[in-house]
């Protein structure tokens, strides 16, 4: 499957005129979103805490995470934005495009919208 990337844009929950806006890639793997550390300070988006995550490659790591207003495809969403080292490409988890109701088309490599938000899970066969 190829790479999928989408403008999204980050900002502070109370101060909405700062923002970081960049091209992130879709990765249906990342729970959570992420983005450059000093794009994020300069945004306003204020650390909140730290969680650990495990990398592609198995490794574990620390980072520092905030809460952010998330917005792409027209559509608006907050959750938790890791704050990653600067050299880092952005990445926009599956929490995020789930809670607007975007999902990956894998035969198209697009994001579509679903027809409604899920609230109940379906049964499986």
Do not use: W
Not at 4 to 24: G, Q
Not at 66 to 86: C, K, N, Q, Y
Not at 96 to 123: C, F, Y
Request: one cysteine or more; charged letters at 25%; a neutral charge.
């Amino acid at each position: 499957m190829g790479l999928i990337h989408v403008t999204v844009a980050l900002r502070n929950n109370s101060d909405t005129k700062k923002k970081y806006e960049a091209e992130f890639l879709v990765d249906t793997g990342a729970t959570d979103c992420l983005a450059p550390a000093g794009a994020l300070d300069k945004a306003g988006i204020v650390r909140r805490g730290k969680m650990v995550y495990e990398l592609a490659n198995g490794q574990t790591i620390e980072y520092d995470f905030g809460l952010a207003e998330i917005e792409f495809m027209g559509e608006l969403t907050s959750g938790r934005v890791i704050f990653s080292p600067d050299n880092t490409e952005p990445i926009l988890g599956l929490t995020a495009l789930e809670s607007v109701g975007i999902m990956v088309d894998p035969n198209r490599q697009t994001l579509k919208r679903m027809p409604a938000v899920p609230l109940k899970k379906t049964a499986r066969n």
